[in-house]
């Protein structure tokens, strides 16, 4: 792992819940498994530590220096949140995919329906994009865009 720049955004339907930050965080790889760790500077999250792991295996471009998911299919991604909030989430294109979302005032049950995930890497810099449906306990939450950029050390 090595210490990296993250650059975090999220975007919903309303401006107001939208979100980003830049905080450093570590990045490498693990038996071709991509992850991504950082703490999230957010206080209502707490003390809570997130790990992004993205699985790509087969899906890697021919030179293996890109990854568009235009060209294959997209990676799993997997959220992973461990301290006030507690949450491990994957997350298909095209699927539906099922959780649980600890928080300090409880438990809620987690629906997402992915709509697509693009990640792409280049030596110093990689992006992962993703765009997801959320419902919280049956309740429609709306769309959220999750873009994260990640700068410095390799990603080769």
Known sequence: MMEVQVSVHMKTQDPSQSVSFTCRGEWGQKGGVWYLQYREPD???????????????????????????????????????????VMRHLFLAGKETQGIYHHPYGAMNMLTLTRHIDFKRRSHFARLKWEYDLTLDGKDIGRYIMSIEIKGGTTE
Request: cysteine-free.
């Open 43 to 85: 206080r209502e999250m707490g003390d809570t530590v997130t790990i992004i792991k993205i699985e790509e295996d087969t899906f890697a471009s021919a030179d293996n220096s890109t990854y568009d998911s235009s060209d294959d299919a997209p990676p799993r991604v997997t959220l992973i949140r461990r301290g006030t909030v």
